[in-house]
């Protein structure tokens, strides 16, 4: 026989899903006994590439370095450091450039801690794999493969490539990463339809997915970038990383801040030019305008309150891994969350039972074996674990036997390490352990009494296993689960009891069907339980003897349970006024459960949540998609593109978007999202690397206390705004005013970046400690349209930065006319303005409600700041080196008695406004 070197046709292109194994080797052109030869391999490689995805382009330190600078204000900061550099005033550029350059360093730094550079699925493809080529069985490292090579697989191997299956016995593979799908999917090689979901194609096996169970051999379809992981990739390369709300609202302000002060300016020389003023004179003066009028501090301000953000967030969890991301999620409006390991425990747990035509319900959650039944008609429950068996179980002899079916017609095992229960082996025999366990039937106490003599391994085909033992009392039992259908078709009698005693009666087909509908409809996956008893002499069995006389023992019916504390979590995200949506890979029955548990709000239909699943997806438009994301609260079946596309529809109602999730497939939505939340524990490191944030508990309830802490991070920006604002507002009335009627400056370049810079670290930036407002997550998320400054707090920015500048001008010119020097009149307006910016910080402190509201003591720091902002302006008005550095002047007793006399006045004043506004503020702010 030669082997079959014909070229394969666009084989990377076709649906293999809908092609027989025949078919598909013909289309790979490859020889389905020999396989490739050593010469095609070579050349299919030289056509294809090696079996590794491209790597995703970062960008270098220097480039993120530089991109730093890219911002409105601090380009108008480098123009001024310019300019002052030209005019020689080498202590001004030097303030200047030292602003732009902290502010730089400290963004870039917190970018690279956060920055982590790996890549999951290139690791997941770098191993050995067993092929058959030339008619040979060879290891080869996985990223040789081509597409075409005949790839062999047992259970605990990784999937090298995507394989449209030949043969299988008894396969199950992995794929939660991929799909979202919760428990490991039966492979087989029949033919599927061509328009069948990648979640569904039950004949393909994927990379970066993994086998559970059972063997199989397949055809290579696809290598590298051209997988189905391959395709999410490019959608990650191919997603805008949208602005966030806060640098979008920062722009603006920037570029509106930036034509006004140029304006301005131009205007101030302009002026000073008509009247016949010197022109170095007026350059200098409207340098001293745009100076004065640039708030210096903000950028560094933002960058270090972000950063103060990231260390809180960290405490509680939420590892924040680009700086904007704190003040998102302040602003997030909606949150699309997978389910699997992000609702749910991700550990399948059996929650209700039908043993003995009685149903009991069992408590507890995931694999920890702590948990208590109660039978459903008498309210009976079994208390606590105990050394010996239990007398509930004495009681409920039925249960027992289901118990023990489940327990030792099993392959898997229960394991602890470090506190932590888990599971080597399938999920669903691990939640039929844990059930067992919670009534203290162990495996070893168990399998010593009922010895294995032989076992049927689960086959696709047949739906079941079975495991054949000698009993206590000496006789030989068959022990079997499977699926309902399959069992109920094989039984001819079924277990009732009656008391503490069994019986067998006829079997009923209507009343098992009924008990699994029922439990099916509560979104429980249902597993059937049945036994049969064997001649004595029996030590093997075979699929006849399973063919009929089964006894029909009970149904345990199990789901990957919901997290406890999630509840509760989604009920205050409501509160907070945010929706809360489910985007999952599973069915849509289970999904719509579990979505009904945890308390989404959505569509419903007949009392329940309506889940919407990606084949419906499929065929909406574009309108009809944005209508049904809004109002839609399950999302089921989906694949990464939808769920790529259900954000962007989310986006296009302007809602702020937090996507979260752990696996590869929700690495696009994570991405594209204004805020991508992934599971430290349990995610994927290919979703960690496209997330913003990252939760190291893996709970749903951190996002919670992030949101609440970017809401706070975000309410202390704008009280440092609407601080500091009104100092360059009044700086800029002086310097223009001054100029309009030619009289001397009030203050130099050099002083006014004394103010700016000094009280924005020692005073401003205390406002980043301010502890959240009471109500702040009673509050609805700030409108994503809503101006960074509304109309009240302009008008309290005008109206305190007028003051101001009433204080500095009226200061100016009262020592001027007092006989002071220009120097000790600069000097007493510098400081006027400072002690204003003082007592105006306790203002600011709660931007809605009076000082007592928040509490005089709870922001110890600012205390802190006041005293160092003292202390260095008393060095600022008394020290010889920095009178001759900044041409102060010392001042007397009675002038800082007057300048205390006015900061008090602008505080009360300001206590009124608040006062008298704060209704009309709420209303605004909310």
């Not at 206390?705 to 705004?721: D, H, S």
């Amino acid at each position: 026989m030669t082997i079959n070197n014909k070229a394969p046709q666009a084989a990377i292109r076709l649906d293999f899903h809908a092609l027989s194994p025949e078919a598909a080797f013909d289309a790979l052109g490859v020889d389905a006994t020999l396989g490739l030869s050593d010469e095609e391999v070579l050349r299919r490689r030289s056509r294809y590439g090696r079996n590794v995805l491209t790597p995703p382009k970062r960008q270098s330190a220097v480039v993120r370095f530089l991109l730093q600078f890219h911002q409105p204000l601090v380009y108008i900061l480098l123009a001024s450091a310019a300019i002052t550099v030209a005019l020689g005033e080498w202590v001004d550029a030097g303030v200047i450039f030292a602003v732009v350059l902290v502010n730089s360093v400290i963004g870039f730094v917190q970018e690279t801690k956060a920055l982590q550079a790996i890549d999951e699925l290139m690791h997941s493809m770098k191993t050995m794999t067993t092929v058959r080529r030339g008619g040979e069985k060879m290891l080869v490292d996985a990223t040789e493969l081509v597409p075409g090579d005949i790839v062999l697989l047992a259970s605990g191997d990784k999937v090298p490539a995507d394989l449209r299956l030949v043969q299988s016995r008894d396969l199950q593979s992995d794929e939660s990463s991929l799909t979202g799908e919760s428990v490991p999917v039966a492979k087989m090689p029949s033919v599927l339809a061509a328009d069948t979901p990648l979640a569904d194609r039950t004949n393909m096996v994927y990379a970066a997915s993994a086998i559970t169970y059972g063997t199989c051999s397949g055809v290579v379809t696809a290598t590298g970038d051209a997988t189905e992981v391959g395709a999410i990739t490019r959608l990650l390369t191919t997603t805008d990383k949208l602005e966030t709300p806060l640098t979008r609202k920062i722009k603006h302000f920037s570029s509106v801040l930036l034509y006004v002060i140029m304006g301005l300016a131009a205007l101030t020389f302009a002026v000073g030019m008509w009247q016949g003023r010197p022109t170095f004179e007026m350059f200098l003066a409207a340098v001293s305008l745009m100076v004065g009028m640039i708030p210096e501090g903000l950028p560094a301000t933002i960058t270090i309150m972000l950063a103060i953000g990231v260390n809180t967030m960290a405490r509680r969890n939420a590892i924040i891994r680009k700086l904007p991301a704190v003040e998102t999620l302040g602003s997030v409006t909606v949150i699309c969350s997978d389910k699997t390991g992000t609702l749910t425990e991700n550990q399948m747990t059996v929650q209700e039972l039908v043993a003995g035509g009685e149903t009991f319900t069992v408590s507890g959650l995931g694999y920890t074996p702590h948990g208590d039944y109660t039978h459903t008609a008498s309210g009976k429950r079994s208390g606590q674990r105990s050394e010996h068996s239990t007398p509930f179980l004495q009681e409920f002899p039925a249960l027992e036997e289901l118990l023990r079916i489940g327990l030792i017609c099993n392959e898997s095992m229960l394991t602890e390490e470090e506190g932590r229960w888990g599971i080597k082996g399938d999920p669903t025999e691990g939640a039929l352990l844990v059930a067992a366990h919670k009534v203290h039937l162990a495996e070893t106490a168990v399998e010593s009494r009922f010895p294995r003599l032989d076992t049927i391994p689960f086959e696709s085909a047949y739906q079941y296993m079975a495991t054949l033992h000698r009993s206590p009392d000496g006789s030989t039992v068959m022990y079997i689960k499977g699926s309902p259908e399959a069992l109920a078709k094989r039984c001819s009698t079924m277990l009732i009891a009656e008391s503490a005693n069994l019986r067998e009666l006829p079997f009923d087909g209507r009343a098992i069907h009924t008990a699994t509908e029922h439990l099916a409809a509560k979104g429980l996956r249902t597993l059937a339980f049945a036994k049969k008893i064997m001649p004595p002499e029996t030590r093997a069995v075979s699929h006849e003897d399973l063919n009929s006389g089964l006894t029909f023992v009970g149904i345990q019916g199990m789901i990957d349970p919901p997290r406890e504390e999630v509840k509760f979590a989604i009920q205050q995200c409501h509160k907070a006024g945010i929706d809360v949506k489910m985007i999952t890979g599973d069915h849509a029955t289970t999904a719509a459960v579990i979505a009904s548990q945890i308390g989404l709000r959505g569509k419903e239909r007949d009392g329940n949540l309506v889940a919407v699943t990606g084949k419906e997806l499929a065929t909406m438009t574009e309108e009809e998609l944005f209508a049904t994301a809004k109002e839609t609260a399950v999302f089921a079946r989906v694949t990464p593109e939808q769920k790529l596309r259900i954000v962007e529809a989310l986006q296009h109602h302007n809602h702020i978007a937090a996507m979260t999730g752990d696996g590869v497939n929700d690495a696009p939505a994570l991405r594209r999202a204004d805020v991508g939340i992934a599971m430290g524990i349990a995610g994927t490191d290919v979703a960690k690397d496209a997330a913003d944030m990252v939760l190291a508990d893996d709970n749903f309830v951190s996002i919670e206390a992030a949101i609440e802490e970017g809401r706070t991070v975000f309410g202390n920006l704008m009280k440092f705004i609407v601080w500091t604002i009104p100092t360059n507002l009044g700086e800029g009335m002086i310097i223009f005013l001054s100029i309009l009627l030619m009289s001397s400056l009030p203050m130099l370049p050099v002083h006014v970046l004394w103010i700016n810079m000094s009280t924005a670290l020692c005073l401003g930036l205390m406002l980043a400690f301010e502890p959240k407002e009471p109500d702040i997550m009673s509050r609805p998320p700030r409108r994503p349209d809503k101006p960074l400054l509304t109309l009240p707090l302009i008008m309290r920015t005008l109206f305190v930065g007028t003051m101001m500048f009433l204080a500095g001008y009226g200061m100016f010119h009262w020592h001027l006319q007092n006989g002071s020097s220009e120097a000790q009149a600069r000097t007493a307006a510098v400081t006027v303005f400072v002690v204003i910016e003082m007592l105006y910080l306790f203002n600011c402190r709660s931007l809605i409600y009076p000082l007592r509201h928040v509490g005089f003591w709870t922001n110890k720091w600012v205390f802190v700041g006041v005293g160092v902002m003292l202390t260095l302006q008393l060095m600022f008005v008394h020290t010889p080196w920095m009178n001759s550095l900044f041409h102060t002047s010392a001042l007397s007793l009675r002038d800082w008695a007057s300048i205390v006399g006015i900061g008090l006045v602008v505080y009360v004043a300001v206590a009124i406004e608040k006062r008298l506004r704060l209704r009309v503020l709420k209303r605004h702010w909310k």
